[in-house]
């Protein structure tokens, strides 16, 4: 079964530290991957994606994540923290027969502190 | 501006009022689905629909019907609402073929 796991409910990082928000996934054939962050009483922002190619992906706001086929990962990361980083994180997966279907994590929260 | 709006962003209810929750993409996007977001449970596909006139459980269909007469709109209906639907849900669109879907600002629901 498809499945995606975020092992941490909450991460604390003080500001201009660098941050990593955790995702491991289970699917079979290539994945494509995703990261949404929510901020309170918003949707969800797309963030970036891995499809193919480099392991390191750039998206928005100064975020990337890494691709790990050997550990089935794709962390979130950013090298210097900011306050208005703070939000709920999901990692998502594509659901490889119902390819419209995103596999979402539980969620990580991101608190980032002065 | 492309986005994906639902209406309303906070409704009350009493259990056993139907009620319907309204997306509309402005993408001419083929899919659309509904998820719902429960604390530590992330995002859960209710239903969702490949074209006009195609829709389909997704994975907590229970309680939910959806309809998909224009390519624009993909209403969630609750003919009987009970206090476990109480959640967040969000509506979604993407392209098909296409990678990342693009969500709605979420709707509150919640069900006495």
């Known amino acids: 079964a498809q499945s995606v796991a975020q092992p941490e409910d909450q991460v604390n990082v003080a500001e201009g530290n660098p941050l990593t928000v955790k995702c491991t996934y289970s699917?079979?054939?290539?994945?494509?991957l995703f990261w949404y962050v929510q901020y309170p009483n918003r949707g969800l922002q797309f963030l970036l994606k891995?499809?193919?190619?480099?392991?390191l992906v750039k998206g928005s706001y100064g975020f990337e994540a890494e691709f790990n086929k050997s550990q089935t990962s794709f962390h979130l990361k950013k090298p210097s923290a900011l306050v208005s980083d703070s939000a709920l994180y999901f990692c998502?997966?594509?659901?490889?027969?119902?390819?419209?279907?995103?596999?979402f994590g539980q969620g990580t929260t991101l608190q980032v502190k002065p | 501006e492309a986005q994906v709006t639902q209406n309303p962003r906070y409704l009350i209810t009493v259990t056993g009022k139907k009620l319907t929750v309204t997306c509309s993409q402005n993408?001419?996007?083929?899919?659309m689905s509904w998820y719902r977001q429960d604390p530590g449970l992330g995002l859960r596909q209710i239903y969702y629909?490949?074209?006009?006139?195609?829709?389909d459980k997704g994975d907590v269909p229970e309680g939910y019907k959806v309809s998909r007469k224009e390519k624009r709109n993909f209403p969630l209906i609750l003919e009987s609402p009970s206090p476990n639907q109480t959640s967040l849900y969000f509506c979604?669109?993407?392209?098909?073929?296409?990678?990342?879907?693009?969500f709605g600002q979420g709707t509150r629901l919640t069900v006495v």
């Open positions: 699917v079979s054939g290539n994945p494509y």
């Open positions: 979604a669109s993407a392209r098909r073929g296409g990678t990342e879907a693009f």
């Open positions: 998502a997966v594509r659901d490889v027969s119902n390819t419209g279907k995103l596999i």
């Open positions: 891995y499809i193919t190619g480099d392991n």
């Open positions: 629909s490949m074209n006009v006139e195609v829709t």
């Open positions: 993408m001419n996007h083929e899919y």
